[in-house]
């Protein structure tokens, strides 16, 4: 069973829509939760990260968090053309006492906003 | 300018070499990574190195190997024991936990580099 699962699309949604992209995760204590964009061809950058249930809203961005479910969201609002790339949820499993923790990602969600 | 530089951008390598890709941060972060993309896929991780001097094998370390010798520097050997080695190579860093506003581990990319097989 994959550790961070994302429907790998595409997904195609009409300008000025609302994109929904989303996450399951396996590992029940998991902390925090990252979504990253990335454009053809470039490196992953940061759009949000949450850690407590519930939403997280960052302009046109909402991350919606259910750790009762194992589900991470990203919704993005008034979708414009420039949104479209792949999308990466990315998940921080139990923090040791030790510090950081590795990352585990999901093989991304591809989105792309149809004018 | 802070930032995280991965150079170069494209490698080529012959077979039977071992070729090694920079990356250099100033963001005075703790930790650093190194990730392997494979196109439509996500990320996994090669190694990473939460302080100078110490590193631990990710997921698919065979054929790799790193150095963490000063905290701003931690190069990727590609060894020719790496029998598939062409994908974009992504290096990463972070604060440690304890030195993150939330404990949060935030990682920040660089541009990659696109390493490719004569």
């Known amino acids: 069973q994959k550790e961070v699962e994302q429907n790998s699309g595409p997904l195609s949604v009409p300008e000025g829509a609302i994109a929904s992209l989303n996450c399951t995760y396996s590992?029940?204590?998991?902390?925090?939760f990252f979504w990253y964009r990335q454009y053809s061809g470039k490196s992953p950058e940061l759009i949000m990260f949450i850690y407590s249930n519930g939403d997280k809203e960052d302009g046109r961005f909402t991350a919606q968090l259910n750790k009762a479910s194992q589900y991470v969201s990203l919704l993005i609002r008034d979708s414009q053309p420039s949104d479209s790339a792949t999308y990466l949820c990315a998940v921080n499993p139990i923090i040791s006492n030790f510090g950081n923790e590795k990352l585990t990602f999901g093989t991304g969600t591809r989105l792309t906003i149809i004018p | 300018d802070g930032g995280i530089t991965q150079s170069p951008k494209y490698l080529f390598r012959k077979e039977g070499q071992n070729v090694t890709l920079s990356c250099e941060q100033n963001l005075n972060h703790d930790a650093m990574y190194w990730y392997r993309q494979d196109p439509g896929q996500g990320l996994r991780l090669i190694y990473y190195?939460?302080?100078?001097?110490?590193?631990q094998k990710g997921d698919i370390a065979e054929g790799y190997s790193v150095s963490r010798e000063k905290k701003e520097s931690f190069p990727l050997t590609v060894t020719s024991a790496q029998k598939n080695p062409t994908a974009f190579y992504l290096c990463?860093?972070?604060?440690?936990?304890?030195?993150?506003?939330?404990?949060?581990?935030?990682?920040?990319f660089g541009a990659g580099t696109r390493l490719s097989v004569l």
């Open positions: 990463a860093s972070s604060y440690h936990t304890d030195r993150a506003p939330r404990g949060e581990n935030i990682q920040y």
């Open positions: 190195s939460q302080i100078v001097n110490d590193f």
């Open positions: 590992d029940r204590g998991s902390q925090s």
